[in-house]
């Protein structure tokens, strides 16, 4: 191995000769150039001489305060930062460089020291106006914080979004501003906003933890659960203790497994288990709406009651309103309304694809059977209920065997409006059109039942004989 003395050691011969004051008249050449790139803007230029100026004499104070203000020209304000404070160390009576100091802090988000710095300039100089507004600054920063913090314990997110918005108005460096800002964008279900504020968090510093939980919460609040496993677990790498990003991570999975093992168990026909299953996934995080809205939707769908039914797609249409989830709650509340009202198909006995001539075969049994005439001599409460049935028998046969009324209860349609008011009809006035006894012709139930009793023997009779 080479050693130092084997090694050519060479120095530029200009830097050997020359004496402190040339150094600094060389350094002061640099900074020049450095002021008139500065002018024109070009700030990259104006970095590179600064920056030689300092080689040339690292002691001096303002060769780091107009390296520091060029830096924060670029947006590299941590940079800034450093410059401006070597810059106090070396002259704790710079004012510009406590100033610059002051603006780094407030614009990366620690109003305090920013407040400190601007004060140490108005000991300086007691009637510095920029020092007195950039208090002020601070002052306010400091307040949009404090207002902000309640806000997130109140769940106010608009007010949070709102008050970064106005303390980002001064602290536009700060990172943690901005993560607290995405986040309760992500909150408001507005995910194209919040990502866009993670994401430039990210191109700047890549193992930004906040950001990677932030953008995880959002595919997560999208419903894209495993990608937002992986950024959770990524920004649980940055940040081995964050609690926001193992929470959310937790109930990920828990949701996932819940919902695959609830689809499971309705692919099996275990609809029971399925609407457990589906119930308990609902339980894990309220704030996961696209999510709970599919677990609605899929607990409606196996679910056994209709008003249950129509409560979650209710709850699905109030976080979603499309039409398909609109098209869901219409068909829940028209089988809920379905299933309050009398089944007329089961009062007579017949099945809804009956043909006309098995509806009226059926009322002619039916009406026969429950015919007040026929329980004359049973008990009254007998009476009442067969009386009730005939009722309905009448009710039922009016509705299907009018096509336009069967199709709109079959659809699940009122029928106020074609019939009236059902409960007021006569049953016994249905029963006479239909066995030929109405327009005064001495009706005789006695005549039609042995009719009808006599007709039962021929058919059973017939059976017999085949």
Known sequence: MATVDDCDVTMDPEMEILSDEELEREAESFKEQGNAYYIKKDYSEAFNYYTKAIDMCPKN???YGNRAATLMMLSRHREALEDSQQAVRL??????????EGKCHLSLGNAMAASRCFHRVLELEPDNSQAQQEVKNADSVLEYE??????????DFRMVVFCMDRALESASACHRFKVLKAECLAMLGRYPEAQSVASDILRMDATNGDALYVRGLCLYYEDCIDKAVQFFVQALRMAPDHEKARLACRNAKAL???KEDGNQAFKDGNYDVAYELYSEALTIDPNNIKTNAKLFCN???????????????????????TKEHKHLLKNAQLELKKSKRK??????????????DEIKKAYRKRALM???????SASAEIQKEEEKKFKEVGEAFTVLSDPKKKSRYDSGHDLEDDTGNMGDFDANNIFKAFFGGGGGQGYSFEANQCMYTNSCRTQQYFLKTI
Request: net charge positive; hydrophobic share 25%; aromatic share 12%.
């Open 256 to 258: 996932k497994a819940k």
């Open 370 to 376: 429950h015919h007040p005439d026929r329980h004359s």
């Open 61 to 63: 104070a303002s060769y």
């Open 146 to 155: 404090k207002m902000a913090e309640i806000g997130f314990e109140k769940h």
């Open 91 to 100: 002259d704790d009576t710079f004012m510009k460089g406590h100033l610059r």
């Open 343 to 356: 089944d007329y198909y089961k009062v007579l006995g017949v099945d809804k694809n009956a043909t006309e």
């Open 299 to 321: 607990r409606g769908t196996v679910g056994s009651k209709y008003d249950e039914a129509v409560r979650d797609y209710e709850k699905v249409y109030q976080t979603e309103k």
